[in-house]
Every structure is written in C-alpha cells, then in structure tokens.
C-alpha cells in the first residue's frame, strides 16, 4: 500500500464548506491502475483516516466524477459529499460515531495518462527465416504522481467522455433495441461501450507528470513468411510483407512496428492485435526488382435486351522481375459491384469484397501478363 500524505488544518482552511469545524485533509496517490490506450485509467486508492475527525479527500482535477465509488471496508458509503467552490474538489464524509482508524476505498476513471505499444522488429540478411522481435510499452503521465502504484495495461479503450459526462432526454440506444416499455425524456445517463482485448500486469510503477516510461514486456525472435503483394487497384509497387508468427507467452496489441535491417532503418508500419499462435502481417518496404504496371480500357458497347450493361472494361496486368531468381507474387485487383460476364486469361480466385487474387510465378527477367474481361453499367 501506499504512504497517504495528509495535513491537519484548522478554520484558516480555504474550503468553505470546511470552515465551521476542524477537520482533516488526506492528500492520496492511486495504489492501482488499469490504464487504457486512450488517455483514460482505471484508478483505486484505498486510505485509511482517523474515525474521530470529519475527512476530507483532495481529489485529482481530471476524475470523471460520476464515476467515483466510494466503500468503508466491504460496504459502500451510501452518503458523501463532493464539495468544488474554491475550484478544487473534495470528497468530505463526517466523522465516524464509533472511534479509531476507517479503511476507504475510492475507485473511479480518470483522464490524463495513457500508453501505446512501442514495436522494434530487426531482420538480418544471414537470417532470412526468422527476426528480432521487441515490444516496449511507452506510458506517457500528465496526470498523477505515482511511487510504486501497481499498474495494468489494458489493450482497449473506454468511451469516458459520452459514458460518464453526456446525459440523454431520450432513449438509450440498447433500450430502443428491446421490446420493454420505457418512459422517455427522465434524463437518463448515455451508455458507452468499453473494449479489451488483453491486459499486461507490468508490476509497480513510480513516475511523475510529463514522464513517459518505457518498460519492456517481451523479447523474443519470432519466425516469419515473406509475401510479395500487389494490391494492383491502388498500388505500382509490389509490397514485401512478414508474415510474423507470434510464438510469445502474450499477445501483441495493434501498434507501429519500428523496422531494422542490418542495423539501417527502414521503415515503419502497423501491425495488427496478433494472439498467440497466430501471424500478424508488417510490411517492410517493396520488391525493387520488379515492375508491375495495370492498365484498364473501358469501351462502350451495345445495350443488350433486359439489361443495362454497356461497358466492356479489358484489364491488362503486367509483372516484370527484373532480379536474378524467380519470384512469387500474389496479386489482387478490385472489381465494381455491378461486374458481370468475366473473360479470364489465368483464372483467379474469387474473394468477398470483390476482390481476385492471384498467386503469379515470375521467372528471372521475365515478364508475366494476366488479363480479364467484364461487362458493366456506365
């Protein structure tokens, strides 16, 4: 547990709701945290008071207030008053009718710290099989001063700011889904929605506000498939992808992975949320030994009997591998959603999305060509 800081203060104390009797202030630090990507935490502070006094609890400037929750012992404090006239908030409860010491347990969401992963991947040239995986989570502090606060990372984010400060005059939308009869426009609080995919216990943190920690959470070398991918709708280059099997003890939270490669940078990109067991998919640059180029005709044709397709579109797509070995390449086009009567030179495979695919072999200094065909409105 924490040390508590706390200052007795007579009539001179600038609360006024405070001025009529003595009493004292406890000044707290959070205990635990549970911090969200999105600049919001978790907090929980348990303090212990004298039971013969009035307390007063200073509390932070960024607590969402209606989400404080107050317990003495196991049961929760039914009456309690926050008090913000000289601009500073303060949770005040009157003393206890029994004497000695009363354990309080304050919990609510707080803004102002918040943390992101931090991906570092090295690939080396003697190694084409496996890379050099670190992930670091940087927690950035605007918020509290914490000494060896127990801390949670939680991989999602909260929907504070319409969850605990917004109030509706109407329905909440889960109660416009439901078949209960409700009465309309008695204020009802918004609702909003809270997503974690994982939380990684980091153990204790000390920090002050304006610190951005760095702690590690895992290194390891991963194994990897390197694709080539054409996105031929949107891209001239051929992208060289990792395919990077996550064989950690954790998962990996989405994030921007830093690339290496034998001690150059390369580039970043963003790697998506990857369980364990499974591939997440970082793209380090493109193939520069081949040149891919798509072209697209579109020629008007005769209206047909019960239909209004009168456009041919005839799509050329052209790989060179200007390189010294054979290569792979998976290639995807887009089609529009009204396409219809396909003409294919090398049948592709047909995903959802509209999307083809094929996977091309492209000998060394060679030049592969697919074409298709299809019919669609103007």
């Known amino acids: 547990m924490l040390r508590k800081t706390f200052v007795f203060f007579a009539l001179s104390f600038s609360l006024s709701s405070l001025a009529a009797q003595e009493s004292v202030l406890y000044v707290t630090q959070p205990d635990e945290l549970t911090i969200f990507l999105n600049g919001v935490a978790y907090v929980r502070d ?29 049961n929760d404090v039914v009456t309690y008053t926050i008090n913000a006239t000289s601009g500073a908030r303060a949770l005040h409860l009157p003393a ?13 969401l707080a803004s102002g710290i918040s943390w992101q992963p931090s991906y570092r991947m090295s690939l080396s ?18 918020a509290f001063e914490l000494s060896d606060a127990a801390v949670r990372l939680a991989a999602g984010r909260v929907d504070a700011y319409q969850a605990v400060q917004a109030t509706s005059t109407g329905l909440s939308m889960n109660q416009m889904f439901t078949d209960q009869t409700v009465v309309a ?14 939380t990684y216990d980091i153990g204790t943190l000390s920090t002050s506000p304006g610190d951005t920690t760095y702690t590690k959470i895992l290194e390891e070398t991963f194994s990897i498939r390197r694709i080539l991918l054409w996105n031929a709708a949107s891209s001239l280059d051929v992208s060289v992808i990792y395919k990077v099997l ?60 019960f239909t209004e397709n009168n456009q041919r579109h005839d799509v050329t797509l052209t790989l060179t591998n200007f390189g010294s070995e054979a290569v792979t390449v998976e290639v995807v086009d887009q089609y529009p959603t009204d396409a219809q009567a396909f003409v294919f030179s090398v049948a592709p495979i047909e995903e959802g999305g509209n999307i083809l695919r094929w996977i091309v072999e492209v000998p060394a200094g060679e030049t592969v060509t697919i074409t298709y065909q299809f019919e669609a409105m103007y």
């Open 96 to 108: 206890a009718e029994t004497g000695g010491v009363r354990t309080l347990t304050l919990e609510y």
């Open 125 to 142: 040239s003697a190694a084409d099989d496996t890379v050099d995986f670190s992930y670091y989570a940087a927690i950035r502090n605007d």
């Open 46 to 74: 348990e303090v212990v008071v004298a039971g013969g006094s009035d307390v007063s609890i200073a509390l932070p400037g960024n607590l969402f207030e209606e989400t404080l929750m107050v317990r003495e012992g196991d």
């Open 185 to 198: 426009n008695v204020g009802l609080a918004t609702t909003g929605s809270v997503t974690i995919q994982h």
């Open 246 to 305: 996550n064989s950690s003890a954790v998962p990996l939270t989405e994030g921007v992975v830093r690339n290496t490669s034998d001690g150059l940078f390369i580039g970043s990109d963003g790697i998506e949320f990857t369980p364990i067991g499974s591939e997440g998919s970082v793209t380090v640059g493109s193939a520069r030994e081949m040149r891919v180029e798509r072209a697209e005709t579109i020629t008007a044709i005769s209206p047909r009997v």
